[in-house]
């Protein structure tokens, strides 16, 4: 009788347990480089400026191998995650033609084109509060956007990037923090005011589900360290940025790319100082990123929430330093700015592993979604859950994509390190895939570029002005253009799918 008593109590047991949901922290950097050596994996053993992050996240979890962003540019790029849709499923018709500050005809603030309304309306945030998550947000939420939380978050403490010191956050449910808005002082460090603030909600919620979206600044510019890391730089770091093929061509090297990347200066010998201390100065930012997420995950540990508690990592896109002569700064189709890093540990995973399947920041919010047990409404993207955890079967891996979308609009910026020539002109729409070695093209990467200012509201690439054509296995750099050599039927082919993808949504994306 005890026997069979003992058994009931030990099922109880067991399927309490596997009704307990776990929790997700989802840290997401701003501008942290992938191709460049600033992420993970590190260009060289131990040469990184997040060592415990690497062998928490990085060794303890999986890693995603070709993990791309839909959008290199900010603000449609959170948006993009936040709601697991693709940038031409988030506008708004004849709406939001000024990208920096303007607003819609409704009075909602438009954020590089992107209506900052139809992103909160309908985060990933809604569907988890729904089903019984408590949802906080921490530190860059949008670029712009004022008042009220959006809906589905119980805490609040974010903003636009704001300053690295004392930062101004909108706030509501915040313990000890008025809700409103509250300026820090001037010793204040973002990075710190972020982590202790997520750190302290999620000792007050640690006995109910929870998602805590950990958002710091770093690695924005003005890049600047805490006081603590300012003049760090680890004995083996390297001396300079990173100087790939590409950094510094001739303009004659560059003639065959379109007019942003053909106008571009020279680099100067300021212009490369500055490019160096920009990587020095990064990467003391994100010495401080590294304590954050070291320090949450210690802090799940002693709560004893840590097995049960998934952690995710990742940027919201990449960056460049010089290649193509671009001094810094992203917006490009290019892999420097549209490769980023993705890192994944937690209940099921194994550690160590990785995984070789195309993603994007499109696919974040449903594998969210998928490893809370909540099914995902409205998404372009697709659960890596089946990866990340090694149970996909031979029918699901044949079935998926074996290539990336990319689409993004003119913003407008002024130039960097001193250079002449603006980061980037009108010319800069494009819409872009970059294919993987087993599609039917190979490894390459194909564009099409179209001039405007207006944004997704007001072009529909219906008009083409450039193309732009790479072997990503002979030039990984993409420093050669190779379209104009190409077979008319390929580069028919190479269009159709490109148009295909930027008329995709929901089910119809692959």
């Known amino acids: 009788m005890m026997r069979t008593v003992g058994c009931a109590a030990l099922l109880s047991s067991m399927v309490a347990a596997e009704a307990v949901k776990p929790n997700i922290i989802f840290f997401l950097t701003d501008d942290q480089d992938q191709l460049l050596g600033g992420s993970m994996p590190p260009s060289s053993p131990g040469v990184t400026p997040i060592p415990r992050t690497q062998k928490l996240l990085g060794d303890g979890g999986a890693v995603a191998q070709n993990m791309y962003i839909h959008t290199p540019i900010c603000c449609p790029s959170r948006s993009e995650t936040f709601t697991g849709r693709y940038f031409h499923n988030l506008k708004v018709e004849g709406q939001c033609a000024v990208a920096y500050g303007g607003k819609d005809d409704n009075g909602n603030f438009c954020c590089m084109h992107i209506d900052e309304a139809t992103v909160s309306n309908y985060t990933m945030a809604k569907t988890l509060s729904d089903a019984g998550y408590k949802v906080g947000m921490f530190g860059k939420y949008l670029n712009y956007f004022e008042g009220p939380p959006a809906p589905g978050f119980d805490a609040w403490l974010a903003n636009g990037g704001g300053n690295y010191f004392s930062p101004q956050f909108f706030t509501k449910g915040i313990t000890g923090l008025p809700d409103g808005s509250v300026t820090f002082n001037k010793t204040d460090y973002t990075t710190a005011v972020v982590g202790n603030y997520s750190n302290a909600w999620i000792k007050e919620v640690k006995d109910d589900p ?27 770091w390297p001396a300079q940025a990173p100087r790939p093929p590409s950094w510094n061509m001739t303009k004659e090297q560059r003639a065959d790319h ?200 007001f072009i529909a690439f219906d ?15 993409q420093m050669t253009n190779i379209y104009n050599s190409t077979t008319q039927e390929m580069k028919d082919a190479l269009h159709n799918d490109v148009h295909q993808w930027l008329q995709c949504k929901g089910g119809d994306c692959l």
């Open 210 to 236: 929870f998602v805590a979206f950990i958002n710091p600044k770093a690695c924005h510019d003005p890049f600047e360290p805490a006081p603590w890391y300012r003049d760090t730089w680890e004995e083996g």
């Open 258 to 457: 379109h007019p942003t990347i053909a106008n571009q200066d020279i680099l100067s010998e300021e212009t490369a100082q500055c490019i160096d201390e920009t990587f020095q100065n990064r990467w003391r930012t994100l010495m401080s990123v590294d304590d954050v997420i070291a320090d949450t995950h210690q802090l799940c540990v002693d709560l004893g929430i840590e097995e049960r508690t998934y952690f995710i990592y990742s940027s919201d896109h990449g960056y460049q330093l010089g290649e193509l002569n671009l001094s810094m700064d992203k917006r490009n189709v290019y892999e420097f700015d549209i490769k980023i890093h993705l890192a994944v540990r937690g209940p099921g995973i194994p550690a160590g592993t990785t995984f070789s399947q195309p993603a994007t920041n499109v696919d974040i919010a449903p594998t969210i979604l998928d490893l809370a047990g909540v099914q995902a409404p409205r998404v372009d993207g697709r659960s890596l859950v089946p990866f990340l955890k090694k149970t996909a079967d031979e029918v699901t891996a044949a079935g998926w994509r074996n290539a990336t979308y990319h689409e993004y609009y003119y913003v407008g910026i002024g130039n960097k390190c001193g250079q002449e020539h603006p980061i980037e002109s009108p010319d800069n729409n494009f819409i872009a895939v970059r294919y993987q070695s087993n599609s039917k093209f190979g490894n390459i990467l194909y564009a099409e570029f179209t001039t405007g200012e207006k944004g997704p509201g």
């Open 463 to 477: 008009t083409i002005n450039f193309y732009e054509l790479y072997d990503m296995d002979k030039d990984p750099w």
